[in-house]
């Protein structure tokens, strides 16, 4: 059975951190390139930060770049989310995504609250 769990959301002031984690199993996790996606309330998901599956090649958007950093242990079949300076308009429920070819998995997603 495929699972992606996302965890180390919360609420935090505004120029704050939290790091938030996703841990896969049930597929080849190395084999896929892993991605953070965030929504908020009223908006489409978005795309925050991709990693390839060896982690050679990594993607921001301009919004996030600079204070969020993706990263992933393969070994531990988990991908990490940095996220630095924090700002009350990433607050948002925050999904990783695995994807090879035209299989994808989603996770269920954590909640980041930024607010004072």
């Known amino acids: 059975q495929v699972q992606l769990v996302e965890s180390g959301g919360g609420l935090v002031q505004p120029g704050g951190s939290l790091r938030l984690s996703c841990a896969g199993s049930?597929?080849?996790?190395?084999?896929?390139?892993m991605s953070w996606y965030r929504q908020a309330p009223g908006k489409e998901r978005e795309l925050v930060a991709g990693?390839?599956?060896?982690?050679?090649?990594?993607n921001y958007p301009g919004s996030v770049r600079g204070r969020f950093t993706i990263s992933r242990d393969n070994g531990k079949n988990t991908v990490y989310l940095q996220m630095n300076r924090l700002r009350p308009e990433d607050t948002a429920v925050y999904y990783c995504?695995?994807?090879?070819?035209?299989?994808?998995?989603w996770g269920q997603g954590t909640q980041v609250t930024v607010s004072s």
């Open positions: 990693i390839s599956a060896a982690g050679l090649y990594i």
């Open positions: 995504k695995a994807t090879r070819t035209s299989r994808s998995y």
């Open positions: 049930g597929f080849p996790f190395s084999d896929y390139a």
